[in-house]
């Protein structure tokens, strides 16, 4: 049995000599390693299917097309490289979520990477994050699978200062599939590329839903993704998301971005922050809107055709060659508005602001 085990790690010890036999071998038989030192080595196409790795060091390792598969990853990822990797169905949690954990090192400041305090404010008054619940930082996931997979927030975990939002920094996601996840707490994405990522389907499995238990993102690239139907409200500040799909999910703000030609339709925007952004071309068919502030930013040609603005501020918003058909504007504010050719929910043409 002893000489079995030795011949299936042997590939794994000639690729990885940072983790002893000792903690292989522990791995091989019950499935689980505590405190594991997987930093600065390969293990590119390795098989962790169904492992648990508990308060484990990631940092500047390789996992490339590395199948993490319902396994439990629990530590620090800073400069991880996990391109293609399968994540199906895998939990994802900060390591200090365990008894008796020292976490591992972050390994490089937020200030190198050029990450301000204010960008860790989440479009709210205070830090939403600090070091110990950052889970990726400069990491990369490109065109990995994450499917089904499961963040685990640090808030319930006693001598914890983290609100429970995890922190996604600086990571590359483009093309990442995660279709179906799903969180206790909140997420936090900065300075992250996740262009056309599939990030639809979103859950929020928590027993309380406080202000911060948000899907923030922050100064980061997600043009083209899907972000569709997800039940954790969305926060955006200084991020692109033109061409995007946020059909179907709740937002709570969305300052200083770019959400042109993005899908609304259906979404839940009732009482939200839509300010000093762009969302020219974008669908807003069908959505609700009470009550939400929609100032001074630019709606050209947008479509709200049957969507429900009641109470609405529209104020110094430009909504030229908007289409209004079929939408409810009662008791909404329209000063200094731009309707120029936009039309009304009546059908006709109106000619306010030309």
């Known amino acids: 049995m002893l000489f079995r085990i030795r011949k299936l790690l042997l590939p794994l010890l000639l690729l990885a000599p ?84 020292t976490p591992p090192p972050l390994g490089i400041s937020l200030a190198d990477m050029s990450i301000t305090t204010t960008m860790l404010h989440g479009t709210l008054n205070e830090p939403m994050i600090d070091v110990e619940s950052i889970l990726f930082l400069d990491s990369d996931l490109r065109g990995s699978t994450m499917n089904g997979v499961t963040f685990i927030s640090p808030k319930f975990k006693t001598n ?16 990442v599939r995660a279709t179906g996840a799903s969180t206790n707490g909140g997420l936090l994405f900065v300075k992250s590329d996740a262009r056309k990522i599939d990030f639809s389907g979103l859950s929020y499995t928590g027993n309380i839903a406080p202000v911060k238990e948000r899907f923030f993102v922050v ?45 609304f ?6 009482g939200s922050q839509l300010h000093k952004s762009q969302f020219d071309g974008s ?29 609405a501020n529209l104020s110094n918003a430009d ?10 504007l009662e008791d909404v504010t329209l000063k200094g508005a731009n309707l120029c050719e936009a039309t009304a929910p009546s059908g006709e043409l109106l000619f306010i602001g030309c």
């Open 18 to 101: 940072a983790v002893t036999f000792a903690d292989l071998a522990t791995l091989s038989l019950t499935g689980k390693c505590v405190d594991c030192d997987l930093s600065n080595q390969s293990y590119d196409l390795a098989n962790f299917s169904g492992k648990k790795f508990y308060c484990s060091n990631f940092n500047n390792a390789s996992f490339q097309n590395t199948s993490f598969a319902n396994s439990i990853v629990a530590g620090k990822l800073t400069r991880t490289n996990m391109r293609g990797a399968d994540m199906t169905a895998a939990t994802l949690e900060v390591a200090a979520n365990h008894n008796n954990c």
């Open 160 to 175: 914890f200062k983290s609100s429970g939002v995890i922190g996604i920094l600086a990571t590359k996601l483009t093309g």
């Open 219 to 263: 100064h980061s690239n997600w043009a083209g993704a899907n972000v569709s139907n997800s039940s954790l409200p969305l926060s955006l500040w200084s991020s692109t998301f033109t061409n995007a799909n946020l059909s179907g999910s709740k937002v709570a703000h969305i300052v200083k971005s770019d959400l042109s030609n993005t899908n």
């Open 265 to 270: 339709q259906g979404s839940n925007l009732s």
């Open 283 to 311: 669908d807003f068919s069908s959505a609700s809107l009470y009550g939400a502030n929609m100032s001074g930013s630019s709606f050209k040609g947008a479509n709200f055709s049957g969507a429900i603005l009641v109470g």
């Open 319 to 328: 909504f030229s060659n908007a289409d209004f058909t079929g939408a409810n």
